[in-house]
């Protein structure tokens, strides 16, 4: 199964990935729920988003796995 988007921005976030120091990840977020993605299977374990993108990730109902749980990814 590959990761989607909002997958990888979310991933991204917790490592600040990117080319961009400036990144916003928060409106990258935001941007892609907005536009319909699937929010589904976007928090990675042991690859957690940042504090604040864990937050609007929250606030969209999106929850952290148990650790127990394994990476499908």
């Known amino acids: 199964m590959?990761?989607?988007p909002l997958?990888?921005?979310t991933v991204g976030s917790g490592?600040?990935?990117g080319h961009n120091?400036?990144?916003n990840w928060i409106a990258t977020v935001e941007l892609l729920i907005a536009a319909g993605a699937s929010?589904?299977?976007v928090w990675v374990v042991g690859k957690p988003p940042?504090?604040?993108v864990a937050v609007v990730l929250h606030?969209?109902?999106v929850e952290a796995p148990a650790e127990?749980?394994?990476d499908e990814g």
């Open 7 to 9: 997958c990888w921005a």
């Open 15 to 17: 490592f600040g990935l």
């Open 50 to 52: 940042s504090d604040d």
């Open 68 to 70: 127990d749980e394994e």
């Open 59 to 61: 606030a969209h109902g």
């Open 2 to 4: 590959g990761a989607t």
């Open 39 to 41: 929010t589904e299977g």
């Open 21 to 23: 120091p400036d990144a």
